[in-house]
């Protein structure tokens, strides 16, 4: 994964536990939780597609007093007319938060979005952002390699930004992976492994095997 200069000086923090079970445990250094996660796909006539999936975890750690949980959920609708393929409903995916069972004022949002040309050379482009305890932190996809000239059509990984400046990424190129500058403070550093795990844990309709 290609990562911007401003994250040279930094800590690579792999996902422990996740495979491609259905549900398991996770840790990502001082952070540990349990997940669980599904997909699905339905055609009609082989030309209406709608995929969708959930994942849900929990995690406990560093400035987090008790526990957080996620409920995410992603969504996609396709028309595939042989020849022609276009999506009537571009990729979303959301979470919710609650602490404890209570509610938490947090939100994570990710959109596919179309931007010119690097839109149409990455197909899968998306863009969001998580608000979580006072940290908001932008995201967009990653769909370089680090040594080639050529891009990815679905993302390798995420960069996180504050401000239009990288604050770290995560990347999806084999086993997770969470990337932070050396020293950042543990209120972002909680925010960003949690954004890291949303985008982790959760199975990418641009990458599923199912219908096929």
């Not at 969504?75 to 919710?96: H, N």
């Not at 609650?98 to 690097?118: D, I, W, Y």
């Not at 390699?145 to 239009?164: L, R, T």
């Amino acid at each position: 994964m290609r990562l911007p200069a401003d994250l040279a000086d930094n800590t690579r923090t792999e996902f422990q536990g996740v495979s491609g079970w259905t549900h398991g445990r996770f840790t990502v250094g001082e952070y540990s939780g349990g997940y669980e996660r599904s997909e699905e796909r339905l055609a009609f006539f082989d030309t209406w597609i709608k995929n969708s999936g959930h994942t849900e975890f929990v995690i406990e750690g560093p400035a987090i007093s008790t526990t957080i949980e996620a409920r995410c959920r992603v969504r996609e609708r396709i028309v595939d007319l042989g020849s022609l393929e276009f999506k009537t409903k571009p990729m979303s995916y959301s979470c919710e938060f609650t602490a404890v069972g209570r509610p938490f004022p947090a939100r994570f949002e990710l959109q596919e979005v179309r931007e010119g040309l690097s839109g149409a050379l990455s197909k899968e482009a998306r863009r969001g952002e998580i608000l979580l305890g006072g940290e908001a932190v932008q995201i967009r996809s990653v769909h370089r390699i680090e040594g080639s000239p050529f891009a990815m059509a679905s993302p390798i990984g995420y960069v996180f930004e504050q401000d239009g400046r990288p604050v770290g990424a995560v990347e999806l190129n084999g086993r997770p992976a969470l990337i932070m500058p050396r020293g950042t403070d543990q209120g972002l550093a909680r925010t960003l492994t949690i954004a890291a795990l949303a985008l982790g844990l959760f199975w990418d309709p641009a990458d599923s095997q199912l219908g096929e």
